[in-house]
C-alpha cells in the first residue's frame, strides 16, 4: 500500500492514491511540523512557536497542542505504519522518510552528488525535482516559521536545479537545459553560476552573440546592484566563447564514463589553538550542542550562538572549544575574527574592514572586494549562500557590530562573544559566562600548576581559587606566576593575594593582567557610568539596591536603575537578584581603586557620608514600621526618606535583605568627633535587622551595646531597647537576663519620666506576667497608674492587672477588672488594640477560666479578628490560635483543628517559617487532644526543622509538646525523656501552662506504668510554679491524684474529683475529663467499682461530646476492664 506525505506543494497526505482529509489550516500545520522533523521529538514550546507564533499563543497553550495532536492522530488513523507517539518534552511522527516527499527530495539529491555516473546525476536530480509541485507548504499562512522554511527548501532546489544544469551540459543536453532556462528568464537573474550555464547553453547551440550579450547584460545589472564585475571562471568563459575556443565546445561523443572527482580545495582553517588545559564548561557546551539542529533535520534559519560574560570569564576560550568541536560538521571553512571591541592596544575592527577579511578568506579575491559595507555584506551572504562555514566573531562591541558580519541563509555557524550582553540580537542561543565552580577552578589550577604540587597543599590551592574570585583569567594569571616561580608554595602565593589592597597588582603576568582586562571595560564607558562605577566601589556592604545607589551617586532613581543596567549589561555587575547589585569581588577592588585614584578624599568621604545616612534614615523608619504605632518615637527622628514601607511585613524584609549591609555601616562609622548619633542610630538599626532575620544572640548583642552606649536621659530609646531586648532574651531561654534587663531599665518608677516610655512599660509587664513574675508586673502598672494613659494603654493595664489577680488568686477583684477592661475595648480600633494583643490574649484566657464560659472570650477574639481585617493582620495568626486552644480545651475539637490550621495558614502569608513555631504548637496540642497522634508529630517534626538553633524556647516547647504527642501515642518512656530533656528550658521561659500540662501528662502516664515515685516528682515541679492561679491550682490537685493512685487511692479520687469540679467551672472539659478519669481509677484501685464507673462514664461522655476520640477510648477502656 503506497504511502505519500507531500510538502513541496500544498499539504497532502495520500494512501494508495487517495487523499486522507487532514482538516483545517492549522492542523495542517502541526502536521506539516511534525513531518519537517520526522522521527525527532517535536517540544511543545517548538509547536506553539511555529504554529501560532509568539502573539498568538492560546490561552491554555497546552492543553491547545494537546487537542490538536489527538485530532491529527485520529486523521491519521488510515495511514498505516504511522504512529504519533508522546515524548517528555513533546511529540514525534514515527514515519518512513521515503514516504515523504521533502526527505525523499534530499536523499535524492544526496545519491545524485554521490554519484559518479553523469548520466544517473542526472537522473536523480530530475527525479528529485521531480517531485515538486510548487511553493513548499503553499497551503499555510506566511508565518515566520513558513517563510523561513521556504526559503531553505527554495535554496535547496536551486542549488540541486544548478547541479542537474552541470550535469546536463557534460552529458551534451545542453538544448534541454537551454529549454528550461529560456522558460525561466527571471530566476535567480544575479546569480553568475546559472548565468554561466545559459551562456554556454546558448554558445553550444550555435548563438554564439546572443551568449555574448547575455553576458554584457549580467556584467551591467552586476555593476549597477552590487557594485561588482562577473567572477574570474565567468569572464574567463566569456573570453572563450569571444574567441570561439573549443575546449568549450559540446563534447563530440557522449560516454557515459565515472567522472572524475573535482579537485578539493583545501577549506580555510584559521581558528585559534585550543587551550591544552581547558577545563570544566561541561554544561555549556552541553547547552550550545543541544541548540544545533539535530543530524537529519532541516535548518531554517543560521545558527547564531551568542557568549556574553564580564572580563576574564573565558568567553573566547569556550568558543573555541566549542569551535574545534564542531568544526567537521562546517567542511567549507572555519573563520576566526578578532573585532578588538576590549583590545586597549587596538583599534575596533569595524565590520567593512571584518567583511573583507571574512571574503578573501573565503577566496574572493581583493580587486573583487567591493567597496561599500552594504555591498561586502550582501557579497559575504551571497558567498556564504551554498557553504557550510563556521565563523568566530571574538570581542564584539555590540549588535550592531556583528549583525552585517552574519550569513543570510542556513547552513552555518556563527559564534559571537561579547562582554556586552546581546539582547537585540536575533540569535539561536545566548549563554551569559559566569565564574566557574570552586571544583573547577581548583582542577584548573592543578593542570595548570601541576597535580603534584596541588595535591601536597589542597587547602592553599582551595584558598587561592577563592581569592581568585574563581574568574578563569586570573586562576591561569596565579598559576602562570606560580609555575614560573618553582620555588614558590602555593600557600605562599595565597598570602600574597590576602593582601586586599595589592591583589589586583598581584594577577598580573607578562601580557595578561585582570586589572588591564577589567581597565578596557572601565574605559568604554561614558564619563557618568565611570563616575557612578567608581563610587559604587565605595559601598562598605555585599551588595545594594537601586535607592541606596541614588543616595550614592547624588543622581534621580530613574536616571540610577538606567546607569545600573547598563553597567550590568556590560557585566561591570552582578545581579544576584532582581533589583538588586553587587560586584564580583575582584571588580571591586578594581572600582575602589579607580575611586581613590579620580576622587578627592573630601569627595570619598561625602559619598560614604550618603550611604551612612541613607541606611540610618531607611533603616529607622523601617524599625518604626515594625513597631506597634505607639513605639516610633522610640526609633531615630528621621526625615521621611527614600524608600516608604506600607506594611510590617515590607519593612521587616528590607532588614532582613540590608543585614550585611547595615552591619558594615556600622563599622564604616568613623571614630570622629560628633559621630556618636549616627553610631547609635546605625546601632539601633542593626539590633533589629538581627532580630527579625532570627540572628537572635548578634541582636542581644548589638543591644546591650547599644544600651551602654545610649545617654542616661534617652529614656524612649533605653525602654525600647530594653523591652526588646528582654524578650530576644525569653526566646532565647534566659529568663533571668531578662528579668534583670527590665528591672535595671523599668524596674524603678524614679528617673522615668512622665510620659514616653508607656507602651514599652505595658509591654514589659506582659513580659513579666507571662513568665509569673507578678510583683514585678506590679510595680511596673502601679508607675504607670501615675502617668497619663490613653484609652488603649487603660485597657492594656486593666487586662494586665485582671490577670495578674487572678494568678495570684486574687479573685473578687477579677471581675471588676474584667469589666473594666471589656468597657475599654469595645471603644478602640483594631489600628489601637494591635500593640496589645499579647494581653488581649490573657485576658480572654483568664476571663474564660474565671467565668467558666468560653464563648464571651471567643467572642472578644472573634471581635478583636473583625476589626482586624481593615489591614492589621500580622496580630491575626495568634489570635485565631488561641482561639483554637480555647476551643479545644472547652470540648469543640473539630472547630478548634480547623481554627488552628486556619491560623497557620494565615501566618504563612505574614511570617518568616521560624516565626511559626509557637502557633505550630497550639496546633499540635488541639491535635493531639482530638487523638490525631501522627499528624500532631508531622506538625511538630515541620516546626521544629524551620526553628533555628538560636530560639531556644522556642526548640524547648516543640520538644515538649511532641513528647506529650509521643506518651499519649503509647510511647511513654520517649515521650517523658523528650519532655525531660527540655524541661529547665521551658522552666526557664516561663511558660507555665504548657509546662502544667505536660507534667499531668506525664505523672498519668507513670501512675499507669506503676511509677509512682517519679509521678511524686511532677507533683513538686508543680506545686512550686502553680502560684495561686485557680485552674493551675486544679492541675496541680490533678497531678497529686496521678502519684497517689497506688498509695492513697480515697484521697486521690477526692483531690480529682476536686479538680473536677474546679476545672468544670473554668469550662476546660478536655483537663475536666482527666480529672475524672483519674478519680474513676483510684476509685477502681480502691475495689469502689460502682463508684469508678460513674467516674468514668462521666470522663467518656465529656470526650465524646468534645470529638476527644483517644482520651475516649481509654476511658471506654477502662469501663471494659471494671465490667
Not at 4 to 11: K, P, S
Not at 46 to 72: M, N, S
Request: charged share 20%; glycine share 6%.
Amino acid at each position: 500500500m503506497t504511502i505519500e506525505f507531500r510538502l513541496l506543494g500544498e499539504i497532502e497526505a495520500r494512501v494508495a492514491g487517495q487523499p486522507i482529509v487532514i482538516g483545517f489550516a492549522q492542523l495542517r500545520c502541526v502536521l506539516a511540523v511534525l513531518l519537517v522533523e520526522a522521527n525527532h521529538t517535536v517540544s511543545v514550546d517548538q509547536l506553539l512557536d511555529r504554529v501560532w507564533g509568539p502573539r498568538r499563543e492560546p490561552r491554555r497553550p497546552r492543553d491547545a497542542v494537546q487537542h490538536r495532536i489527538a485530532l491529527l492522530r485520529k486523521a491519521l488513523t488510515a495511514v498505516p505504519g504511522v504512529t504519533i507517539t508522546t515524548h517528555t518534552t513533546g511529540y514525534r511522527l514515527v514515519v518512513d522518510p521515503e514516504t515523504v516527499d521533502l526527505h525523499r527530495f534530499e536523499s535524492l539529491v544526496a545519491q545524485a552528488r554521490a554519484s559518479r555516473a553523469d548520466e544517473l546525476t542526472a537522473t536523480l536530480f530530475t527525479q528529485a525535482l521531480g517531485l515538486w509541485r510548487g511553493e513548499p507548504l503553499a497551503d499555510l499562512p506566511d508565518t515566520t516559521w513558513t517563510t523561513s522554511v521556504r526559503a531553505a527548501l527554495s535554496q535547496r532546489r536551486h542549488a540541486a536545479q544548478l547541479d542537474l544544469g552541470d550535469a546536463q551540459l557534460r552529458l551534451g543536453q545542453h538544448a534541454a537545459l537551454l529549454a528550461d532556462l529560456t522558460n525561466n528568464p527571471d530566476r535567480h537573474p544575479l546569480d553568475e553560476r546559472l548565468a554561466g550555464q545559459y551562456v554556454l547553453a546558448l554558445y553550444r547551440s550555435g548563438r554564439q552573440a546572443e551568449a555574448l550579450s547575455h553576458y554584457q547584460t549580467l556584467r551591467h545589472r552586476l555593476a549597477d546592484e552590487l557594485g561588482t564585475d562577473p567572477s574570474p571562471p565567468l569572464q574567463r568563459l566569456y573570453q572563450q566563447i569571444l574567441h570561439a575556443d573549443p575546449t568549450v565546445a559540446a563534447p563530440a561523443s557522449i560516454r557515459q564514463t565515472p567522472k572524475a572527482a573535482p579537485e578539493a580545495a583545501v577549506p580555510r582553517n584559521d581558528l585559534l589553538g585550543e587551550v591544552a588545559d581547558f577545563t570544566g564548561r561541561a554544561a555549556e557546551l552541553r547547552d550550545l550542542r543541544s541548540a544545533l539542529p539535530a543530524d537529519g533535520t532541516t535548518a531554517t534559519a543560521v545558527t547564531i550562538f551568542a557568549i556574553d560574560g564580564m572580563a576574564g570569564i573565558g568567553k573566547t576560550t569556550l568558543a573555541l572549544r566549542v569551535a574545534h568541536l564542531l568544526k567537521d560538521r562546517y567542511p567549507d571553512a572555519q573563520l576566526f575574527i578578532d573585532l578588538h571591541a576590549h583590545t586597549t592596544s587596538r583599534d575596533t575592527l569595524d565590520p567593512a574592514t571584518a567583511l573583507a577579511s571574512l571574503l578573501h578568506a573565503i577566496g574572493v579575491p581583493a580587486e573583487h572586494v567591493p567597496e561599500t559595507l552594504e555591498d561586502r555584506a550582501a557579497r559575504w551572504r551571497a558567498e556564504s549562500a551554498h557553504r557550510n562555514v563556521l565563523v568566530v566573531l571574538d570581542n564584539a562591541a555590540s549588535a550592531a557590530h556583528v549583525r552585517p558580519l552574519l550569513p543570510g541563509t542556513a547552513g552555518s555557524l556563527i559564534l559571537v562573544t561579547s562582554r556586552r550582553r546581546l539582547v537585540d540580537l536575533d540569535v539561536t542561543h545566548t549563554l551569559s559566562l559566569d565564574l566557574l565552580p570552586p571544583d573547577d577552578a581548583i582542577t584548573l589550577l592543578a593542570r595548570v600548576i601541576g597535580h603534584q604540587r596541588s595535591a601536597a597543599e589542597p587547602a592553599a590551592v582551595a584558598d587561592v581559587a577563592r581569592l581568585c574570585g574563581y574568574l578563569p583569567l586570573a586562576l591561569r594569571v596565579a598559576a602562570a606566576r606560580l609555575r614560573a616561580r618553582p620555588t614558590w608554595s602555593v600557600g605562599y602565593m595565597a598570602e600574597r593575594l590576602r593582601d586586599e589592597s595589592r591583589r589586583l597588582a598581584e594577577l598580573a603576568s607578562g601580557d595578561r593582567s585582570v586589572a588591564a582586562a577589567f581597565a578596557a571595560s572601565y574605559q568604554q564607558l561614558t564619563p557618568p557610568l565611570r563616575r557612578l562605577f567608581r563610587l559604587l566601589g565605595l559601598i562598605p556592604g555585599p551588595h545594594w539596591d537601586t535607592p541606596l545607589a541614588a543616595a550614592l551617586a547624588d543622581t534621580s532613581l530613574a536616571g540610577t536603575e538606567s546607569s545600573l543596567e547598563q553597567l550590568l549589561d556590560v557585566h561591570l555587575l552582578l545581579q544576584p537578584a532582581p533589583g538588586r547589585y553587587q560586584f564580583h569581588d575582584l571588580l571591586r577592588r578594581h572600582a575602589r581603586t579607580a575611586a581613590q585614584r579620580e576622587e578627592s578624599a573630601a569627595d570619598r568621604q561625602a559619598a560614604l557620608n550618603r550611604i551612612l545616612e541613607y541606611y540610618r534614615i531607611v533603616g529607622s523608619n523601617a524599625v518604626a514600621t515594625t513597631l506597634p504605632a505607639t513605639w516610633r518615637a522610640s526609633t531615630a527622628t528621621v526625615a521621611s526618606g527614600p524608600v516608604v514601607f506600607t506594611a510590617p511585613s515590607q519593612a521587616r524584609q528590607w532588614l532582613e535583605t540590608e543585614l550585611a549591609n547595615i552591619h558594615a555601616a556600622v563599622r564604616a562609622v568613623a571614630d570622629a568627633p560628633g559621630s556618636a548619633p549616627l553610631r547609635l542610630d546605625l546601632l539601633t538599626v542593626l539590633s533589629h535587622a538581627q532580630r527579625v532575620s532570627g540572628r537572635l544572640v548578634e541582636s542581644g548583642a548589638t543591644a546591650r551595646r547599644l544600651l551602654a552606649l545610649l545617654p542616661a536621659d534617652d529614656h524612649t530609646r533605653r525602654a525600647t531597647v530594653a523591652v526588646l531586648t528582654a524578650g530576644t532574651e525569653l526566646v532565647l531561654g534566659s529568663s533571668q537576663e531578662a528579668t534583670a534587663i527590665l528591672h535595671d531599665h523599668l524596674g524603678h518608677s524614679t528617673g522615668l519620666p512622665a510620659s514616653g516610655v508607656v507602651p514599652q512599660c505595658l509591654t514589659a509587664a506582659t513580659l513579666n506576667t507571662t513568665t509569673g513574675l507578678f510583683d514585678q508586673s506590679g510595680r511596673l502598672l502601679t508607675t504607670l497608674a501615675g502617668m497619663d494613659l490613653g484609652p488603649a494603654e487603660r485597657f492594656a493595664a486593666a487586662a494586665l492587672r485582671a490577670v495578674n489577680a487572678y494568678s495570684q488568686g486574687n479573685l473578687p477583684v477579677v471581675g471588676t477588672l474584667i469589666g473594666t477592661a471589656d468597657r475599654l475595648m469595645n471603644s478602640l480600633s483594631a489600628s489601637e488594640l494591635a500593640p496589645y494583643v499579647a494581653a488581649i490574649c490573657l485576658l480572654c484566657e483568664v476571663e474564660q477560666q474565671f467565668t467558666g464560659r468560653a464563648d464571651a472570650a471567643l467572642d472578644r477574639l472573634r471581635h478583636v479578628i473583625r476589626l482586624d481585617r481593615a489591614g492589621h493582620n500580622a496580630m491575626q495568626p495568634m489570635l485565631y490560635v488561641l482561639q483554637a486552644v480555647i476551643l479545644g480545651e472547652t470540648g469543640r475539637l473539630p472547630d478548634a483543628v480547623a481554627t488552628a490550621e486556619q491560623a497557620v495558614e494565615l501566618a504563612r502569608l505574614t511570617s518568616p517559617p521560624h516565626a511559626l513555631g509557637q502557633l505550630r504548637c497550639g496546633q499540635a496540642l488541639v491535635l493531639i487532644w482530638r487523638g490525631d497522634h501522627n499528624p500532631a508529630l508531622s506538625t511538630l517534626a515541620e516546626a521544629a526543622a524551620q526553628c533555628s538553633p538560636e530560639r531556644v524556647t522556642q526548640a524547648a516547647l516543640i520538644q515538649c509538646v511532641r513528647g506529650m504527642a509521643l506518651i499519649e501515642s503509647g510511647e511513654t518512656s520517649t515521650g517523658v525523656a523528650a519532655i525531660e530533656a527540655c524541661y529547665d528550658k521551658i522552666a526557664n521561659s516561663g511558660n507555665i501552662g504548657i509546662l502544667l500540662r505536660a507534667l499531668e501528662t506525664m505523672a498519668h502516664a507513670e501512675a499507669e506504668r506503676g511509677r509512682a515515685h517519679a509521678a511524686r516528682g511532677m507533683v513538686e515541679r508543680a506545686e512550686r510554679i502553680c502560684h495561686r492561679h485557680p485552674v493551675r491550682v486544679a492541675i496541680t490537685n490533678v497531678i497529686r491524684a496521678h502519684a497517689l493512685t497506688s498509695s492513697d487511692p480515697d484521697r486521690s479520687a477526692r483531690l480529682a474529683l476536686d479538680a473536677a469540679r474546679a476545672l468544670a467551672s473554668a469550662g476546660l472539659r478536655i483537663q475536666e475529663g482527666r480529672a475524672w478519669l483519674r478519680a474513676g481509677l483510684s476509685l477502681a484501685h480502691s475495689g469502689n467499682h460502682h463508684q469508678a464507673r460513674d467516674m468514668l462514664t462521666t470522663a467518656a461522655a465529656l470526650w465524646e461530646t468534645s470529638g476527644a476520640r483517644s482520651m475516649h477510648l481509654q476511658a471506654t477502656l477502662a469501663l471494659t476492664e471494671l465490667a
